[in-house]
Every structure is written in structure tokens, then in C-alpha cells.
């Protein structure tokens, strides 16, 4: 391959020389040359400026000016590459004055041959291309040390950022655990006071019950927020009519707008709008943007509803006339422990979650959702939208309806009750008991396989965490023991995301009760237990 020559730009103000150089240069075979020739400083400068040649060669006596006062103006106006002076003095003061204002080499014209010339050309280039490429490691170098320090430093600011709201989250939890626990504590008090009647008792329970089933929530969010972040969530897709699914919400959030004396507009289109998502989490996404609503909107204010179709997505918009959303707070409303209110009284509530599980549960189901509002006091609007679908939503099961009775007799179960806890195995006796059930309680792992043995129970309501011999290693060895009348047993823990349960199958229980158990689902799966046992005596 042909060498590229190198360019040669030559700033001498003796033709004679001019012609000596060119000579010179032309007797080297080995490396090829293009040079080129300026007479005067001054286009020898502009010359050099323009940075359009790989080497300069300066003759040290120049009209008007000299050589080394071209290196110094040159290098201080960016000229960056290699420079050799040429002179008819052989002076050693000369030769540190040039290197001191950059030059690469200095040679005495009097003892330059062709070959001196060119080693001390090749020499510059290469040098200048090395320090070239130096400099390039260099600044890319720093530039990545800059762009690695940035990183850190904003990876830091994410920590801290991250670790206050921690902070202010735990804060947060403390607080909204306290309420329902006094509340609670309180209603304890009543019910055992000695001249409590019987309509103060009666408030007093469904006081509790709210209280309870706050705490039920608050705990389900924030195991949803991990089930979610995990990637354990799954859908149950299903065609969805939007008008039963906002009506249904609007019923659970009804008792908060009525405390709050808000007026609730929802409109809908004149024909039903269908959706495919799941209904129980689509019911929850609009409980939270409605609950949010009525949270932030001052006791008398409006929340409207409406529900539009928009070419094959369905938009559902929720509008407050509220304390709205601050520009700071916008872009971030739907992270993760946000909260608005900050105040010490926190008259609002929340853990700062329900807006983070809705915009989750949402893209889980192909849809968005984004918030908007023009600035504090001036109302906040959220704009859900999810894929449309055209066809009517096919009819379901039909529902179960309220509970079957259970009767008396043989038709009670003999019930099993694992718990280690007082208090929890007490209640859930009693509870076991009013529906007509013959239960015993034991409070380890292995008094249970004795009574199981003994009593031959036909439900085992067993806790996994049991000191000694857990849940799961009774329920092995009680699927051993196992004969021809099989006990159903439920294991009752605190634990539900998918490796819990999957530990649960695997342990041998039939089915995975959260803490704490809703009485309705376990009152249903007894009544089917008894349906089963019905079936097979027939």
C-alpha cells in the first residue's frame, strides 16, 4: 500500500534555502514528503493555524520576527503539532530557547544532510502522534472518571434520597398502625366494662370490624407492592364491564366520601364499556384513585367520575377539586412511599403506596396511567387508560351467594386447631364452635400428630410458624400417616407470596390461608368440606 506522504509546511525567508530543504527532502526514498513553502511571519502564522500539515519547520531568522517568537505565538493560539527550527548558529542558548517555547528539535543548517532532515522530521511525527495519543487516553481517561464521579454521585443522591423516605415511610407505618391499635384497644375496654349496653356494644363492634379491616388493608398494600415488584402477581384476564366495575367501587369508598360530605358525579357512556383485565384488581386501581380523591379533596368538595370511549381504548378520569399536586411532586406522585401530606398531624393518612400499586397493577394489564394538576389548591385529575374491547363480557359464574347454614349433627366437622398463640387458637375455637363444629385446639407440632392419631380429625387448621416442629414438617408427616379417611389440611400464616405457597403444596397442605383468616372464606371451605363428605357417604 502507498505511503501517505507527509505534509511539509516550510516558513523561510532564503529562497536558496527553500530549494536546499526541497532537495534534501527529495533524496529520502524511504519516507515520502509534500512541502510547502511561506516566506513572512505573518503567512507562515496562518499557515500554521489552519493546522493543515503534520510537521513546521521555522527558520530561525524571519522578516520581521524570528522563529522562536512564530513557536510561542503559534503554540499559544492552539497550533499543536511538531515544530523544528533551522539556523545558521550552532549556540547552545539558542537551542534551549527553542525547546523552552516548544520546538521539537533544533538543526544547524550548515551540518544537515538528507538524512538528518528526515530523522528529525519522522522523529517529530512520531512523537507528536505518541503525545497525540496520550493525550487522547487521557481525556477520555477523565472524561470517564467524570462520567464514573457523576454516576456515583447521583447513585448517592438516590441512596439518600431512598433512605429518607425509608425512614419517612417507617414514621409513616408507625403512625397509621397506632390509630386502628388505640381505636381497638379502646373498643377492648368498652366491651369489657361491666355497664356497657348492649347498643354501646353494638358500635363497638363494627368499630372494630372497620378498624380490623383498615389493618387488613394496609397490610395486603404492602404485600401486593412486594408480590409486584417480585414479579409473582398474576393476572386473571377476563372481559370486564367498566360500569359494574366503577359502580362496585364506588360502593366501597362510598362511607369515606359521606363522612367527608363530598358530591360524587359518575358518568358513563350511554353504552357499556368492556375492558380485559382482571375485576378484583381492577376494582382495587379505581378504590385507590378514588380513595386518593376523596383523601386530598377538603370536607364538601366534588369528585367527578367519567368514563369515555376513545377509539380502541376506554379513558376513565378521576377530577377533584382538592389540594392538587405540587410541581415538584408530579413527576414522582406515583413512586414509591410518596406522600403529600408531610405534616406532623398527617390528618390525611396513608402509607404512600396505593397510587404505586395502581400504576403497577395498570401496565400489568397493557393500560396507563398518568396524573395531572395545575398546582396547589387547584384540584388534581388521573387518567386511566385501558385497551377497549367491542364484544359484550360474557356472563360468569353465577355467585355463590350468602353462605349455606351449617347444620347440627352429622353434619359438623370434627375440626383440628394448631396454633401456638393464646389468644389466636381461643378465638379461632370460638369461632369454630358457633358454627357447630367439634373442634381441639393443641399448641405445637408434635402434640398435634398425637391428637391427630387420637381425634381423627377431618380439618386441621395448622400455623406454620409453630416452635419445635414447624407446619410444614407436621403436614409431611401427616400426609405419611394419612389412611383412607384423608384430613384437609390448611396451613394459617402470615407468609403468601409464591415460594410460601408453593412450600405449602409441596409440604402437603390443600390450602394457604393468610393471617388474618377471613371468616367468610374459611366459614365457605368448611360448608364445601361437609358437601364433599356428603358426596362421598351417598
Known sequence: MERQPI??????????DYFLTRELLSESPATPFHLDWEREYAAGLAAMLRQEHDVYVLDYRLNPG??????????????????????????????????????????????IDASILERSIRYAVERERDRSALRHA?????????????????????????????????ATLAHELRNPLGAIRNCTYFLSAPKSDAEVNGAVVQMLERQVLHLTRMVDDLLDVSRITRGEVQLRREKVALGSALNHAVETVRPLMEAQRHELVLSLPSEEAYVEADPTRLEQVLCNLLHNAAKFTRS???????????????EIQVRDDGMGISAELLPIVFDLFTQADRSLARSRGGLGIGLTLARKLVELMGGKITAQSDGPGRGSRFLLRLPAISEPVKQGEESKGPLRELGEGKRTLRVLVVEDSEDAAQLLVMLLQLWGHDVRDVRDGATALVAART????????????????????????????????????????????????????????????????????????????????????
Open 7 to 16: 505534509r511539509v509546511l516550510l516558513v523561510e525567508d532564503d529562497e536558496d
Open 66 to 111: 524570528t522563529g522562536l517568537e512564530l513557536v510561542r505565538e503559534a503554540k499559544e493560539r492552539g497550533c499543536r503539532g511538531p515544530i523544528i527550527i533551522l539556523t545558521g548558529r550552532g549556540e547552545r542558548e539558542v537551542d534551549l530557547q527553542a525547546m523552552a517555547a516548544g520546538a521539537a528539535d533544533y538543526l544547524i543548517k550548515g551540518q
Open 138 to 170: 487521557h481525556d477520555t481517561l477523565e472524561r470517564r472518571v467524570q462520567e464514573r464521579t457523576l454516576a456515583l454521585e447521583q447513585a448517592n443522591q438516590a441512596l439518600r434520597e431512598a433512605d429518607r423516605r425509608k425512614d419517612e415511610f417507617l
Open 300 to 314: 364538601g368538595g366534588h369528585v367527578d367520575v367519567t368514563v369515555e370511549r376513545d377509539g380502541a381504548e376506554v
Open 455 to 538: 381425634y381423627r380429625p377431618e380439618v386441621i387448621l395448622l400455623d406454620v410458624g409453630l416452635p419445635g416442629l414447624n407446619g410444614y414438617d407436621v403436614a409431611r408427616l401427616l400426609r405419611q400417616e394419612a389412611g383412607p379417611t384423608r384430613p384437609l389440611i390448611v396451613a394459617l400464616t402470615g407468609y403468601g407470596n409464591a415460594a410460601d405457597r408453593r412450600r405449602s403444596r409441596e409440604a402437603g397442605f390443600d390450602y394457604h390461608l393468610l393471617k388474618p383468616v377471613e371468616s367468610e372464606e374459611l366459614e365457605r371451605l368448611l360448608a364445601d368440606r361437609m358437601e364433599q363428605r356428603a358426596a362421598v357417604k351417598s
